[in-house]
């Protein structure tokens, strides 16, 4: 009886230790990608995982799937990535125009602006007009990058607005004509 109980208690033993030693290979980001970007080769690496199936990682070979889609949200390094975490859907989507507009710092939040931010289009009034006394027609976008401040001191902030807005928008920001707020998130 003490044999049997040596030689269970050794196959036990090391059933475990070659459970626990299985890994599998998945996709980890490697370096930042923001929301709305195309995912490249270089964002990322292969990461090997004690399999767990509370965990849905992409497998490594479906690599190659993956690369060319774009983020559905802010990918940081160091993360394993998930389907959820990317999309077929290039910017900027149907029904929408992505507009690059350029502010001085006077007419841009001091908070750092992130990708998904959602944010209203102030239009400023033109040199001959008074200042507005009542709201004006603003316009409902979403940030989907800030960049940093050029020389001039000017930011410009790529956003997403309906299509009927675009144009406006856009010879407004060439103008130096709109502010931008952000809205409270969900």
Partial sequence: MAVAMVVLGALGAAYLATSLGQTTSV???????????TITA?????????????????????RGQIIGRTAATDLLPGTLLTRDATTDQR?????????????????LPGTPLRPGD????????TDGQAAPTAPSVTVAATVVR??????????VVDVL????DGPDVAARAAAGLIALVVVAGE
């Fill in 42 to 62: 270089a964002d990322l690496v292969e990461a090997r995982i004690a399999a767990d199936p509370t965990l849905s990682p992409v497998p490594y070979t479906d």
């Fill in 27 to 37: 996709i980890a980001v490697a370096q930042p990608v923001a929301w709305g970007q």
């Fill in 118 to 125: 959602d944010v209203l289009l102030v239009p400023l009034p």
């Fill in 91 to 107: 910017l900027p989507p149907p029904g929408r125009q992505l507009v690059g507009i350029g502010l001085p710092a006077v007419q």
């Fill in 146 to 155: 800030a960049g940093e401040s050029g020389m001039d001191g000017r930011r």
């Fill in 161 to 164: 607005v309906d299509e009927a």
